[in-house]
């Protein structure tokens, strides 16, 4: 089993910032992914972005050039940093741990882009 904790959502202006993390802990084993999706009120659950142990990267259309993806190795962390938000980026996000042996999924955070 993998837990996810994330961390970092919350309100801000259109045009802002917010930088998301993801902790993993547990059975983390060495070659997995990380990603990201999110979820808007009476929609579906859509991928945003996701980056392997190895380092390949890969985002979804909506958030290409505004989103960066990364993450740490050693702290079993990934990031996402968002910019120039819109407020149709306005959702819950969810981690995403994809391993040989685990994948689970974080409680969500909310982020909330409103002026």
């Known amino acids: 089993q993998v837990q996810l904790v994330e961390s970092g959502g919350g309100l801000v202006q259109p045009g802002g910032s917010l930088r998301l993390s993801c902790a993993a802990s547990?059975?983390?084993?060495?070659?997995?992914?990380m990603a990201w999706y999110r979820q808007a009120p009476g929609e579906s659950r859509k991928f945003v972005a996701i980056?392997?142990?190895?380092?390949?990267?890969n985002y979804g259309d909506s958030v290409k050039g505004r989103f960066t993806i990364s993450r740490d190795n050693a702290k079993n962390t990934a990031y996402l940093q968002m910019n120039s938000l819109k407020p149709e980026d306005t959702a819950v996000y969810y981690c995403?741990?994809?391993?040989?042996?685990?994948?689970?999924w974080g409680q969500g955070t909310q982020v909330t882009v409103s002026s």
């Open positions: 995403n741990f994809i391993s040989a042996l685990a994948r689970s």
């Open positions: 547990g059975s983390v084993t060495s070659e997995n992914a």
């Open positions: 980056v392997t142990s190895e380092g390949m990267i």
